[in-house]
């Protein structure tokens, strides 16, 4: 049973680039979070996804960010117009339905530079 | 909303000794509380966790205790290792645990 998977590691944009991180869920897990942490810091929730449904985001910056998780494919976390500040470490975790969201599964991580 | 709080931030032991890492949180309905790993450009690892029914709860040379009362909970690693040198996560979660709430992290080195 593969883990959670990200892609892609390591990601550089130009400010006022786009990024979009993916995350595939482990197999039959259909909660995903999405995590950011910057350096030497702790993780701060930005989003809880289920299947085509965003449960709570009240950790998403209001504008420039958005994540969907649809019917079919990875979830997908997206930032317009990069700044520097967003540069960081941005963790997908997924649980399994009937958790609670309990025993959340990390993925690798996705490392972005804005330059 | 929850405010978690992680002391200390670095931590320096030698081999065989042991290892305390505390932390508080503010939000009484918090009821799950995992501990992470992470080594350096890594995936955050769960080691331990536990629940606010439980006061304490051991895994090998890893133990987690908690008190409901102060709002603290605590990771103790006895006979540490040097692999067991990383940065460490505490977290809360409600009932819902639809997020968990990290703690700024513990950066432990364990000196052969």
């Known amino acids: 049973n593969a883990g959670v998977m990200q892609n892609p590691r390591h990601l550089v944009r130009r400010r006022g680039q786009e990024a979009r991180l993916r995350c595939s869920p482990m197999?039959?897990?259909?909660?995903v979070y999405w995590y950011r942490q910057l350096p030497e810091e702790g993780l701060k929730f930005m989003v809880y996804?289920?299947?085509?449904?965003?449960?709570?985001e009240s950790g998403m910056p209001k504008e420039r960010f958005s994540a969907e998780f649809p019917k079919e494919g990875p979830s997908i976390l997206r930032i317009q117009q990069v700044v520097r500040g967003d540069s960081a470490a941005y963790f997908c975790?997924?649980?399994?339905?009937?958790?609670?969201?309990?025993?959340?599964?990390f993925g690798p991580g996705t490392r972005l530079t804005v330059t | 909303g929850e405010n978690v709080e992680q002391h200390p931030s670095t931590l320096s032991v030698q081999e065989g000794d042991s290892a305390v890492i505390k932390c508080t949180y503010s939000?009484?309905?918090?009821?799950?509380f995992p501990w992470y790993k992470q080594e350096l450009g890594k995936r955050p690892q769960l080691i331990i966790d536990?629940?606010?029914?439980?006061g304490e709860k051991k895994d090998q040379r890893i133990a987690v205790t908690l008190n409901k009362t102060a709002k603290h909970f605590s990771l103790h690693i006895t006979e540490t290792q040097p692999e067991d040198s990383a940065v460490y996560f505490c977290?809360?979660?409600?009932?819902?645990?639809?997020?968990?709430?990290f703690g700024s992290g513990t950066k432990l080195n364990v000196k052969p």
């Open positions: 975790a997924s649980s399994p339905p009937g958790s609670g969201g309990e025993e959340q599964y």
């Open positions: 197999k039959g897990h259909s909660h």
């Open positions: 996804l289920q299947k085509e449904n965003i449960i709570d």
């Open positions: 939000d009484s309905a918090s009821n799950y």
């Open positions: 536990i629940r606010s029914n439980v």
């Open positions: 977290a809360a979660s409600r009932n819902n645990f639809n997020k968990f709430y």
